[in-house]
C-alpha cells in the first residue's frame, strides 16, 4: 500500500512536466497540416484548401531547398568533426599537465565561453572580423590587405564552425577529462614498469581507457546532423553568404515569417523533423550496439 501511495505521488509530481509537453509540443503538431495545404490565414487550418504534396513537389523544384540541405549538413557534419576531435585532443594534453593550479585556470577560461549566448558572441566576432577590426588590422601589418570575412561566401562555413568549436569545446573537454579519471592508475603503473614512456602510456592506456566515452559521443552526434546552429548562422549571416551560410532553419525562418509562405516553410520543416527522428533514433541504436548505452 505504501508502495502504491509513493507511486501516485510520482505521478502527481510528473502532472506539470506532462501538461507542458502536450500544450507546448504535441498540439502545436497540428500545424504541420499546413504544409499540405493551400494556407489562408484568414481561413485557418481547418478553412484552408487541401492540396496533397503539391508544396512538396514545389519545394523539391526549387533551387535553394537543395543548397540549403546541403549547407546544413555540410557545416553540421564539420561542427561534429570539430567538436569530437579538438576536445580530445585537448583533454588529452590538459591531462598531462602536473600543476594543478595551472590547470584548472586554464580549463575555467576555456570553459566560459560555453555560458554566453550567440547573440553576445556573434556581436563580439563580428567586431573582431570586421573591415577595420583587430585582425585586418594585424594583416595590414604584414601587408595583406582588408578582408571582409563575414561577407566572403567561401570563409564563411569555416567561421561558423570555427567558432562553434571555439564556444563549445571547453565544456566537451570537461566530459572527456571525467573520463579520464576512470582510468585505473594501477594501469599506469603497470605499463610504466613495463618500460612504457609517455606516448606508450597515451596510446595503449589512456586512449583506450576513453575509447567507450568517445565512441558514445560521436554516435550520439548523428542525431544533430539537420541541426547546424540557428542561433549562432542567425546572429552571423547576411545575404552575402546565403549561397554557403544559408540552413534549413534560417530558411524556413525568412520564407514563413518574412515571406509570408507558410505551407512551403512547414513543408521543409516537417521533412527536417523526420529525418531528425530516423537520424536520432538511428543514433541511440547504434549507441545501445557499440557502448550499451540506454536511456530507458
Known amino acids: 500500500m505504501k508502495i502504491k501511495s509513493f507511486a501516485k505521488h510520482y505521478y502527481i509530481m510528473l502532472l506539470p512536466g506532462f501538461i507542458w509537453i502536450i500544450l507546448f509540443s504535441i498540439v502545436p503538431m497540428f500545424g504541420v497540416l499546413i504544409a499540405f495545404q493551400d494556407y489562408n490565414p484568414g481561413k485557418g487550418i481547418w478553412g484552408s484548401e487541401f492540396v496533397g504534396l503539391e508544396t512538396f513537389k514545389y519545394m523539391f523544384e526549387l533551387k535553394d531547398t537543395m543548397q540549403v540541405f546541403f549547407n546544413t549538413i555540410y557545416i553540421a557534419v564539420m561542427k561534429i568533426i570539430g567538436n569530437l576531435i579538438v576536445p580530445l585532443c585537448f583533454a588529452l594534453l590538459l591531462n598531462e599537465v602536473r600543476y594543478m593550479g595551472f590547470k584548472r585556470t586554464i580549463q575555467t577560461i ?11 558572441l556573434g ?16 594583416l595590414g601589418v604584414f601587408g595583406i590587405e582588408p578582408i571582409l570575412f563575414f561577407g ?17 569545446f571547453g565544456f566537451n573537454t570537461i566530459i572527456y577529462l571525467a573520463a579520464l579519471t576512470g582510468i585505473n592508475p594501477a594501469l599506469y603503473e603497470a605499463a610504466s614498469i613495463d618500460g612504457a614512456n609517455r606516448f606508450r602510456l597515451l596510446w595503449h592506456v589512456t586512449l583506450p581507457g576513453i575509447r567507450t566515452t568517445a565512441v558514445l559521443l560521436a554516435v550520439l552526434s548523428l542525431g544533430n546532423v539537420l541541426n ?5 548562422i542567425f546572429n552571423l549571416y547576411n545575404p552575402l553568404v546565403y549561397s554557403t551560410g544559408d540552413i534549413v532553419d534560417t530558411w524556413v525562418y525568412r520564407a514563413g515569417l518574412l515571406n509570408l509562405q507558410y505551407e512551403l516553410a512547414t513543408a521543409v520543416g516537417l521533412l527536417k523533423s523526420v529525418a531528425g527522428f530516423i537520424l536520432i533514433s538511428l543514433s541511440y541504436f547504434l549507441a545501445y550496439r557499440f557502448t550499451n548505452y540506454r536511456i530507458f
Open 228 to 232: 547546424a546552429g540557428f542561433d549562432q
Open 152 to 168: 566572403e561566401a567561401k570563409l564563411f562555413p569555416f567561421l561558423v564552425v570555427g567558432s562553434d568549436i571555439w564556444k563549445e
Open 110 to 120: 576555456v570553459y566560459l565561453p560555453h555560458f554566453l549566448s550567440w547573440v553576445i
Open 123 to 138: 556581436g563580439v566576432l563580428l567586431d573582431i572580423f570586421a573591415f577595420g577590426g583587430p585582425i585586418n588590422q594585424l
